[in-house]
């Protein structure tokens, strides 16, 4: 399988099963509308006919012959090598958990999945105790892992911030008692944070993702207070405070864009002015009958936003202004392990979401739905038969994904998305399906754009 695009001046071809990227010029990029595996051991006459209107004959059974090679050395149409690692996606340790230790928050976003943060299960705070059971849960459910995640998540995580504290404290501890190593990262609004709190975090926290929509009248229109006001200039120069007081390490600033600001690349760049380097900017998925939804109709803008940003993002590039779109990030060379790209972030399986409540689900984006509870930390009760749904749930039993070009770099999406927008975990969500590969095209394009200055 290829793909094959025009962006930015260049004619790039991805082998799908492969993962090598090659650069081509018209005759090859035309040649490969033509053949396809078995190749015949001469270029085929009706090729040649259907070509010589545009090319001369020796240079097509020349290219002909270099396609040919191509694929022998298994680098153009390679076969699919990957197919047979979906046996192990079997159920394993879990080594990862959001800890929902605040379902209450200080803003009122109108896009907020989780219905303004209580999940439309009402304001709760985590208490201390049922926050140790989590942790107890997560050691004893990781096996033999030894590196364990932990993300403080919300609502605002800020708004519980005494029991953060307890609860790093106490991992802390447990780390020395099992050997265990516990990453800490937490999410905020940033509405809270003072200077002790930020030195906390930095002390203790391997990454912290603070949210921001960019500009502060898209920020302000859609991420407001509880009194109606905006909360941009309460957040910015704390944000730019937790940052370089962590030297600009292990961080993001994280926005979403919305159809209020389909020109989100200057949200972007607002960001990258402001000072801040590592930047993620994306697109809320919602219901389609709300105002800020994206729909169908505005697919082609933001292909074409994203084209602008990657065009941008080359220009700085060589001003020697670098920075991480997080959505542009790819590596080319090595990227994640066989079993990483056919199932994804491992949610359900090896990533699991506890609530004030001890509820556990899959991620949390799945909190309240009660087909997917899958036990209770405070009584014992964890269906691993859901967790070995989850397992299960790759791209080669996504049917969508199995015939995908983009499937090893999104590993079948968001699971959550697609059962909230499709009911069915298996079934893909289409906007997010189409955005996500007009990312890569733009990133892959990026690579291809440094590779070729490096040489020059």
């Not at 405070?378 to 397992?391: L, P, Q, S, V, Y």
Request: hydrophobic share 35%; aromatic share 12%.
């Amino acid at each position: 399988m290829i793909h094959k695009y025009k962006l930015n001046g260049y004619n790039i071809v991805l082998d799908v099963h492969s993962g090598g990227v090659h650069i081509v010029d018209e005759l090859t990029y035309d040649m490969l509308d033509n053949v396809a595996p078995p190749f015949e051991e001469k270029c085929p006459e009706s090729v040649i006919e259907k070509l010589s209107r545009f090319y001369p004959r020796d240079e097509i059974i020349s290219c002909y012959e270099e396609v040919k090679e191509l694929h022998a050395q298994d680098i153009l149409f390679s076969e699919d090598g990957y197919e047979k690692f979906a046996e192990y996606s079997v159920a394993a340790p879990v080594k990862a958990m959001c800890l929902l230790i605040a379902m209450d928050c200080n803003l009122r976003c109108e896009y907020c999945f989780a219905s303004t943060g209580d999940y439309s299960l009402g304001r709760k705070l985590m208490d201390f105790e049922t926050g140790k059971k989590a942790l107890d849960f997560l050691i004893e459910q990781s096996k033999d892992r030894q590196n364990l995640e932990v993300d403080f998540f919300g609502g605002e995580p800020l708004m519980n911030w005494d029991t953060v504290k307890k609860l790093v404290e106490y991992g802390r501890s447990r780390e020395k008692e099992t050997g265990k190593k516990f990453r800490f990262t937490i999410t905020t609004n940033g509405m809270l944070l003072d200077d002790e709190k930020i030195d906390f975090i930095n002390k203790e926290f391997y990454n912290v993702v603070m949210s921001i929509d960019g500009r502060k009248e898209v920020n302000d229109r859609v991420r407001k207070r509880v009194d109606g006001k905006g909360c941009y200039d309460l957040i910015t120069e704390k944000y730019l405070d937790l940052a370089k007081k962590r030297d600009f390490e292990n961080y993001y600033v994280r926005g979403t864009y919305t159809k209020y600001n389909l020109d989100f690349s200057n949200d972007v760049f607002h960001l990258v002015d402001m000072g801040f380097d590592q930047i993620s900017v994306e697109p809320v998925v919602s219901d389609n009958r709300e105002k800020y939804a994206i729909t169908e109709r505005d697919l082609p803008a933001i292909f074409s936003e994203y084209e602008r940003l990657a065009q941008l993002i080359l220009i700085n590039i060589a001003k020697g202004k670098k920075f991480n779109f997080f959505h542009f990030m790819l590596d080319l060379d090595q990227g994640p392990c066989a079993i990483k790209r056919l199932r994804g972030c491992g949610s359900g399986n090896e990533y699991v979401a506890v609530t004030p409540d001890g509820d556990i689900y899959p991620c949390h984006q799945f909190v309240g739905e009660k087909d997917y509870l899958m036990g209770n930390i405070n009584t014992g009760e964890f269906n691993t038969d859901i967790k070995k749904e989850f397992a299960a749930a790759h791209i080669y039993s996504k049917e969508d994904c199995r015939k995908c070009w983009a499937k090893f770099y999104c590993s079948g999406g968001c699971n959550a998305n697609n059962y909230i927008y499709t009911g069915n975990i298996l079934t893909s969500h289409k906007i997010s399906c189409e955005i996500e590969k007009k990312r890569l095209e733009c990133a892959i394009m990026i690579k291809a754009a440094e590779a070729e200055q490096e040489t020059e």
